[in-house]
């Protein structure tokens, strides 16, 4: 084994902790609560399909989905990657999609998932994008709200929490390909 393993430890921390793992998953049962009981979801006439945003969102996705089928509602999930941070911390020019879902949302309702609203064109970008592809409606849900820093005129439907303006790593989320697998939101 070449890979040099270095548990955190008290020597070697990790970001700061903004939500621990235990908010988070606190918090993933009630959103999952909000989920099912919005009327979008409730009235749809067709099984809504879940859309996550990779890659940040791989993480919240897992666990809100988990989460929806413990309620009773087994979604069906793809997947779509765009591109906006590259390697740096702020946003990198316009939106651009790397990968487009392989299910259409053509006559369904989605749940689109993302792990961070900032700016908030990524999430104006991809209810256009989904709008265009027939989905019937759209609930979003985000892990973090970051309203100080929205440009575009985007709210999203179900939040989980509040974010300051910093920038965030872990549960999922990276900086520069780093701190993915953090089970918490941390801050460098
Ligand atoms: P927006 O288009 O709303 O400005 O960008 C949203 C996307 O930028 C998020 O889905 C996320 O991928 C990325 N992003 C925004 N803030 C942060 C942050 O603090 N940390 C990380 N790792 N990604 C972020
Ligand atoms: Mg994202």
Not at 72 to 77: A, F, R, T, Y
Not at 145 to 172: L, M, Q, W
């Amino acid at each position: 084994m070449s890979l040099e393993l270095r548990p955190r430890t008290a020597q070697a921390p990790g970001p700061e902790v903004l939500f621990s793992a235990a908010e988070i998953a606190a918090r993933i049962g009630t959103l999952a609560d909000e989920i099912i009981a919005d009327p979008v979801m409730v009235e749809a006439a067709r099984p809504p399909l879940a859309v996550c945003a990779l890659r940040g969102a791989f993480m919240f996705t897992a666990d809100l989905m988990r989460a929806l089928s413990a309620r009773g509602l087994d979604l069906e999930v793809t997947f779509l990657q765009v591109a906006s941070y590259g390697s740096g911390t702020a946003p990198q020019g316009p939106v651009t999609l790397l990968q487009d879902t392989d299910s259409t949302a053509a006559g369904r309702p989605v749940l689109l998932i993302d792990d961070i609203l900032d700016t908030g064109h990524t999430l104006a970008f991809l209810q256009t994008h989904l709008r265009a592809q027939g989905a019937t409606g759209i609930v979003s849900t985000v892990l973090l709200d970051k309203t100080e820093r929205r440009e575009a005129g985007v709210s999203a439907d179900h939040i989980g929490f509040d974010c300051p303006n910093v920038f965030v790593v872990g549960y999922g989320m990276d900086a520069d390909g780093r701190y993915r697998g953090l089970p918490y939101v941390g801050v460098l």
